[in-house]
């Protein structure tokens, strides 16, 4: 069992940047692969990101590579998406999520923060 607390969106205009964290009530969140995702009014909630539990490697939704970047600190219980180069279609809730199976596939993903809301101004 994990929770999970997400903090940092808010608003900001195009071409700006975010620093997202999350952070994880848990004794072994090393064992836990993590994600961001996100969500539109109206929309599903899609993968953005994610990262596996030694923060080894990583996987991006191609509407974001070369914009954000996820990392882990298994010392601070924290997962991070810095996000750059902010564009309004990058409105959302965003998630932080946990997983102990697939790390890249969003229904492995069993246990979910409450989001933080991002809004991009053009």
């Known amino acids: 069992q994990v929770q999970l607390v997400e903090s940092g969106g808010g608003l900001v205009q195009a071409g700006g940047s975010l620093r997202l964290s999350c952070a994880a009530s848990?004794?072994?969140?090393?064992?836990?692969?993590m994600g961001w995702f996100s969500q539109a009014p109206g929309k599903e909630r899609d993968l953005v990101a994610t990262?596996?539990?030694?923060?080894?490697?990583?996987y991006y939704a191609d509407s974001v590579k070369g914009r954000f970047t996820i990392s882990r600190d298994n010392a601070r219980n924290t997962v991070y998406l810095q996000m750059n180069t902010l564009k309004p279609e990058d409105t959302a809730v965003y998630y932080c999520?946990?997983?102990?199976?697939?790390?890249?596939?969003?229904?492995?993903?069993?246990?979910w923060g409450q989001g933080t809301q991002v809004t991009v101004a053009s």
């Open positions: 990262i596996t539990w030694s923060g080894g490697r990583t």
């Open positions: 999520a946990a997983s102990t199976r697939d790390w890249t596939a969003r229904d492995s993903f069993a246990y």
């Open positions: 848990t004794r072994t969140f090393s064992n836990f692969h």
